[in-house]
């Protein structure tokens, strides 16, 4: 690869000032500096691209992006990390992804590029414009929510009381441990659960010592022991239950990785788990005019129809789509299918969910399991009903996800906080993200 080594260029402040790739270079190919704000390195250029070197090991050299070395690969800036290789934006340039310089297209970000063809172009322009757009309706939504949270319930809508109880599965991290937090603050006993006692009862006493009536359980929702001890108890000590949030979890694949090792703890954790906390409590729900509520966490990684994420067998999904057609044994059969293709190696030709695999299948069985319930509790009376739903919380900065993500632990609780305690709940069987109903 033809490459010139440009001298160190700073400006006695750490910084080299530079502007835009397009002006970067003159007519020579050489550096011109003004403009944009980076940090300060070597800079190296060859067929028409930039990289970015730092003498003491490697430095960032956008926002967001992290250490590692720069290299050029062609048209494109490769962005290489130790260990492995991570996206960088850095204003026109085009950004190589993946295991290699040559691994895949390059990802164009910035303004129109000389370096590419009037199609690249197009396609860049269209494929920006998507995502910006997709990005101004997240931030306008986010704006309208964290609006609508700040004004308080009015006293003739707060069907609640420090007598309500709502139990939260996984609760001592995490978005979990956010939804307690914030029904806490609603002046609702809560039941913090975790299947770690010792963890569990810090996250719990966090809460306390802010002033909010919260009370630790253990609770492991794979243990079928575990849930009824926890029922018996919330039997006897409270008479019940009023809003139980389906909240634990777990994910092995961060990103775009997808083993499936752990596939039998995932459906047994976000499915089975899920399903038999609903089943027990039931009959635990507590008779109220404003109805009981279960919600459950879900994703929007399990849905039906998802345009790149999805059961390829459209008849399959066209039964699990029928809600008066549903059946747990459909559910189930259909996750233990999956399983056993798990374990005789066939599941990558099963036409499974291509992302997150296992995950994603545990999510559309969680969500296919929401409507199934809904269906069937729909027909008792007034003064006894139990709305059943769940919603996806949005890419969330927790644990699960490497702390990656769009949004905090504290926006990711909040459709949860707004169905269980909307007021003249008549909502069942639905899935939400921000706060707004979205396909299953
Ligand atoms: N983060 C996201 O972007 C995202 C997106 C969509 C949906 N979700 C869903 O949101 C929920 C919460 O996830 P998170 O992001 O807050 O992840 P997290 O920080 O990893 O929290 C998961 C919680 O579930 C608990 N848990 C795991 N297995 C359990 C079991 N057998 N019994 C009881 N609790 C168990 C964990 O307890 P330990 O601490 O003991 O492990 C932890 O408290 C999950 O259902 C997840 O699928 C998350």
Same mark, same amino acid.
């Given at each position: 690869?033809?490459?010139?080594?440009?001298?160190?260029?700073?400006?006695?402040?750490?910084?080299?000032?530079?502007?835009?790739?397009?002006?970067?270079?003159?007519?020579?190919?050489?550096?011109?500096?003004?403009?944009?704000?980076?940090?300060?390195?070597?800079?190296?250029?060859?067929?028409?691209?930039?990289?970015?070197?730092?003498?003491?090991?490697?430095?960032?050299?956008?926002?967001?992006?992290?250490?590692?070395?720069?290299?050029?690969?062609?048209?494109?800036?490769?962005?290489?990390?130790?260990?492995?290789?991570?996206?960088?934006?850095?204003?026109?340039?085009?950004?190589?992804?993946?295991?290699?310089?040559?691994? @895949?297209?390059?990802?164009?970000?910035?303004?129109?590029?000389?370096?590419?063809?009037?199609?690249?172009?197009?396609?860049?322009?269209?494929?920006?414009?998507?995502?910006?757009?997709?990005?101004?309706?997240?931030?306008?939504?986010? #704006?309208?929510?964290?609006?609508?949270?700040?004004?308080?319930?009015?006293?003739?809508?707060?069907?609640?009381?420090?007598?309500?109880?709502?139990?939260?599965?996984?609760?001592?991290?995490?978005?979990?441990?956010?939804?307690?937090?914030?029904?806490?603050?609603?002046?609702?006993?809560?039941?913090?659960?975790?299947?770690?006692?010792?963890?569990?009862?810090?996250?719990?006493?966090?809460?306390?010592?802010?002033?909010?009536?919260?009370?630790?359980?253990?609770?492991?929702?794979?243990?079928?022991? @575990?849930?009824?001890?926890?029922? @018996?108890?919330?039997?006897?000590?409270?008479?019940?239950?009023?809003?139980?949030?389906?909240?634990?979890?777990?994910?092995?694949?961060?990103?775009?990785?997808?083993?499936?090792?752990?596939?039998?703890?995932?459906?047994?954790?976000?499915?089975?788990?899920?399903?038999?906390?609903?089943?027990?409590?039931?009959?635990?729900?507590?008779?109220?005019?404003?109805?009981?509520?279960?919600?459950?966490?879900? @994703?929007?990684?399990?849905?039906?129809?998802?345009?790149?994420?999805?059961?390829?067998?459209?008849?399959?999904?066209?039964?699990?789509?029928?809600?008066?057609?549903?059946?747990?044994?459909?559910?189930?059969?259909?996750?233990?299918?999956?399983?056993?293709?798990?374990?005789?190696?066939?599941?990558?030709?099963?036409?499974?969910? #291509?992302?997150?695999?296992?995950?994603?299948?545990?999510?559309?069985?969680?969500?296919?399991?929401?409507?199934?319930?809904?269906?069937?509790?729909?027909?008792?009376?007034?003064?006894?009903?139990?709305?059943?739903?769940?919603?996806?919380?949005?890419?969330?900065?927790?644990?699960?996800?490497?702390?990656?993500?769009?949004?905090?632990?504290?926006?990711?609780?909040?459709?949860?906080?707004?169905?269980?305690?909307?007021?003249?709940?008549?909502?069942?069987?639905?899935?939400?993200?921000?706060?707004?109903?979205?396909?299953?």
């Amino acid at each position: 690869m033809d490459m010139k080594l440009w001298p160190t260029c700073h400006n006695g402040n750490d910084n080299v000032i530079m502007k835009p790739l397009n002006d970067n270079l003159g007519g020579n190919g050489k550096l011109k500096l003004s403009g944009n704000l980076i940090p300060r390195g070597t800079r190296r250029t060859g067929i028409g691209s930039l990289a970015v070197r730092e003498g003491q090991g490697f430095r960032r050299c956008f926002e967001g992006s992290p250490r590692g070395t720069r290299e050029l690969a062609g048209k494109s800036l490769a962005v290489r990390e130790r260990p492995g290789f991570r996206a960088c934006v850095w204003d026109s340039l085009a950004v190589r992804e993946g295991g290699g310089q040559n691994a @895949s297209r390059p990802r164009v970000y910035g303004p129109t590029s000389p370096y590419l063809t009037d199609q690249e172009n197009g396609r860049k322009e269209k494929q920006m414009d998507k995502k910006e757009r997709a990005k101004e309706r997240r931030e306008k939504r986010r #704006q309208e929510i964290s609006l609508i949270r700040s004004i308080p319930y009015s006293d003739h809508q707060r069907w609640w009381s420090a007598e309500t109880i709502a139990v939260v599965t996984g609760a001592n991290r995490g978005i979990g441990f956010q939804i307690a937090h914030q029904l806490g603050l609603h002046g609702l006993t809560v039941v913090l659960t975790s299947r770690e006692t010792a963890v569990g009862e810090e996250s719990a006493k966090v809460l306390q010592e802010g002033g909010l009536k919260v009370v630790f359980h253990q609770l492991d929702v794979t243990d079928q022991e @575990s849930i009824d001890t926890f029922c @018996s108890w919330i039997k006897e000590n409270y008479g019940g239950i009023d809003i139980l949030i389906n909240n634990a979890g777990f994910n092995h694949n961060i990103g775009s990785e997808n083993s499936v090792e752990f596939a039998e703890k995932v459906i047994a954790i976000n499915y089975t788990g899920a399903k038999n906390m609903i089943k027990a409590t039931i009959p635990l729900m507590k008779p109220n005019t404003a109805g009981a509520r279960i919600v459950t966490v879900s @994703s929007r990684l399990g849905r039906l129809n998802g345009r790149k994420n999805r059961i390829s067998d459209d008849a399959l999904r066209q039964q699990l789509e029928d809600a008066d057609a549903l059946s747990e044994e459909l559910i189930d059969g259909t996750v233990n299918k999956f399983l056993e293709q798990v374990k005789d190696g066939s599941w990558t030709t099963g036409g499974w969910p #291509q992302n997150n695999t296992d995950y994603s299948l545990s999510k559309l069985a969680v969500n296919a399991y929401t409507r199934l319930v809904a269906r069937e509790l729909a027909g008792r009376p007034e003064g006894e009903k139990i709305y059943v739903n769940c919603y996806c919380p949005g890419w969330v900065k927790t644990a699960m996800t490497g702390w990656a993500g769009q949004v905090t632990p504290e926006e990711g609780a909040d459709t949860a906080i707004w169905l269980s305690l909307l007021p003249d709940m008549r909502i069942s069987g639905k899935f939400f993200a921000e706060r707004r109903e979205i396909h299953f």
